[in-house]
């Protein structure tokens, strides 16, 4: 019970202040009020009377491994980078795992003053002047307006992550939002439980994943992006995966393959490896390496990274670690 407590105090402190992180990466103001009667209602701070309820009906979502060596265990959480505002706060074991790490490790800190600046860098000025020219900036432009997004928060961002950005907007008329995503939740929580942070990748890393360094590719990754939104194949493809998280369905999200769009083509299994299995490996080591230390970590990363043969517990297995599931439905959080 004192646990709870302390959770619940956590939760509560870091609520009543404001949405977490939400939107930082695409300077776009939480507080923003709908445009219009079509648009969907801002994403808010639940009311202190329902918080409490809240945090007492959370139900385990996502993925969660324990995962032990050399006497000690760590955990793994897939997370979601958008969710339901009654979704957002960990369940019980979820809740435990987090208790009983000394580190919690996510892709990116962003807490960190100097993260958010290298993701906020501008758009550099010949390549802006390109992308206005060729029309893809207006056209992001004008899909930020569909989406009731105010585009005068993208002036200064560079156009890869304002597309970034609008793909993970899409599902907000469902209520999928990246305000209650997942791991901005579990940074929330931890910096308020005075966890260490610490971040499994470089700022510039995740930047470069989506400004690519050939013209070309970022104009591709663009007019993609555009396309996915304006067909409706964005929205969907989000409902998908996030409602895969929400039941805790192992089976869809280890055949990703079947459904993810993402493995079709040379070009889209060469990005897929880009994205997932290269970054997947460069986590792994860090992880190893820390908790080799004599640290329990909970890793929080995007649930992507953790299917398929190529994910972290199948790699993590490889350098010696017991991988034990946590069934989201289990009644016996001593297992933990």
């Known amino acids: 019970m004192v646990g709870f407590k302390l959770y619940y105090f956590c939760v509560e402190s870091i609520l ?19 445009q219009a009667s079509r648009c969907p209602a801002p ?36 997370t979601i980078h958008a969710s339901r505002q009654e ?36 758009e550099d000025p010949d390549r802006l002047q390109h992308l206005i020219q060729t029309g893809r900036k207006k056209k992001l432009d004008d899909l930020a307006e569909t989406l009731c997004l105010p585009v005068a928060n993208f002036s200064k961002t560079a156009v890869g ?10 599902g907000r008329v469902d209520g999928y939002y990246p305000d209650y995503a997942a791991d901005l939740v579990i940074q929330g929580i931890a910096g308020g439980m005075k966890k260490d942070l610490i ?57 990703y393959d079947a459904w993810c769009k993402c493995l079709r083509t040379p070009k889209e299994r060469a990005e897929t490896k880009r994205l997932l299995d290269d970054r997947n490996i460069e986590m792994a080591r860090k992880i190893l390496s820390l908790h ?8 929080a990363v995007g649930s992507l990274h953790m299917a398929g043969p190529k994910g972290l517990p199948a790699l993590l297995k490889q350098d010696g670690f017991d991988i034990q599931q946590v069934v989201p439905a289990a009644t016996n959080p001593s297992a933990l």
Request: aromatic letters at 6%; glycine letters at 4%.
């Open 16 to 34: 009543m202040k404001r949405l977490w992180l939400a939107a930082l990466l695409f300077a776009v103001p939480m507080q923003a009020m709908a």
């Open 43 to 78: 994403a808010s701070v639940p009311p202190k009377s329902e918080l409490l309820h809240l945090l007492m009906t959370a139900q385990d979502r996502g993925f969660l491994w324990k995962i032990t060596k050399d006497g000690h265990s760590s955990w793994l959480y897939g």
């Open 87 to 122: 979704w957002m706060l960990p369940g019980p074991l979820t809740r435990m795992a987090m208790m009983k790490s000394n580190i919690v490790a996510l892709e990116l800190n962003l807490q960190d003053p100097a993260t958010l600046a290298t993701l906020r860098k501008p």
């Open 161 to 170: 992550l304002e597309a970034a950005g609008l793909s993970t907007a899409v």
């Open 199 to 255: 971040a499994l990748e470089e700022a510039q890393t995740q930047r470069d994943l989506v400004i690519a360094a050939n013209q070309a590719d970022e104009d591709d990754f663009i007019d993609t992006t555009i396309k996915n939104i304006s067909s409706g194949e964005a929205r969907t493809d989000e409902k998908r995966i996030v409602e895969i998280w929400g039941q805790s369905d192992m089976a869809q999200l280890q055949h």
């Open 292 to 299: 080799e230390s004599g640290k329990s970590l909970f890793v």
